[in-house]
């Protein structure tokens, strides 16, 4: 089966640039999505279509997909951005997330 | 404003069976595709299962495959998770998610399935 592999967990200082990635066999082939979780609370799409974003998502939210990874990257972080955050991808008819990367804003 | 409410969650035992609806509003039911996804607690997301505007095709994970059954009614605007034979690993919250093309738009509150004895 399709596995897609993010790293666990992304420190990164308030202002500075986050980088998530998700690893998967030609992923690039593939479209990707992002998903935002806060403690608590439903996933929220943070981009869709490899770099789209979703109305109501802040600029600082990009991303690209290309070869075997998918990357998020998050401009100017902020304290709120602290969340859990996960890719997903389609593989025939079966959708696949990521394990999941905790971002914590330090 | 879109809306996704599921209920049906609670407390069964192994092997026993439950059915989770997902109440829709706020948008036009009938034309999007929708899905559900579940989390174990403490665990990540686990897409379970979707299926198409008008109920004819529908998907799912090998490890519900054959257990689990999507279904749903337009005309009450209501999604449905038919789970039987349900497992221990299958304690979770279960979000129902509106799909656009490829993406989970919005997605519900969730819903808490346990199963134990």
């Known amino acids: 089966s399709y596995e897609l592999t993010q790293p666990p967990s992304v420190s990164v200082s308030p202002g500075q640039t986050a980088s998530i990635t998700c690893s998967g066999d030609k992923l690039g082939h593939k479209y990707v999505c992002w998903y935002q979780q806060k403690p608590g609370q439903s996933p929220v799409l943070v981009i869709y279509q490899d770099n789209k974003r979703p109305s109501g998502i802040p600029e600082r939210f990009s991303g690209s997909n290309s070869g075997n990874t998918a990357t998020l990257t998050i401009s100017g972080t902020q304290t709120m951005d602290e969340a859990e955050y996960y890719c997903?991808?389609?593989?025939?008819?079966?959708?696949?997330f990521g394990g999941g990367t905790k971002l914590t804003v330090l | 404003e879109v809306q996704l409410v599921e209920s049906g969650g609670g407390l069964v035992q192994p092997g026993g069976s439950l059915r989770l609806s997902c109440a829709a509003s706020?948008?036009?039911?009938?034309?999007?595709?929708m899905h559900w996804v579940r989390q174990a607690p403490g665990k990540g997301l686990v897409w379970v299962s979707r299926?198409?505007?008008?109920?004819?095709?529908?998907s799912y994970a090998d490890s519900v495959k054959g257990r689990f059954t999507i279904s749903r009614d337009n005309a009450k605007n209501t999604l449905y998770l038919q789970m039987n034979s349900l497992r221990a690993e299958d304690t979770a919250v279960y979000y129902c998610?509106?799909?656009?093309?490829?993406?989970?738009?919005?997605w519900g509150q969730g819903t808490l399935v346990t199963v134990s004895s």
């Open positions: 299926i198409n505007t008008d109920g004819s095709s529908t």
């Open positions: 998610a509106m799909g656009v093309s490829e993406r989970l738009n919005r």
């Open positions: 997903q991808a389609w593989d025939s008819s079966t959708g696949v």
């Open positions: 706020g948008f036009t039911f009938n034309t999007f595709w």
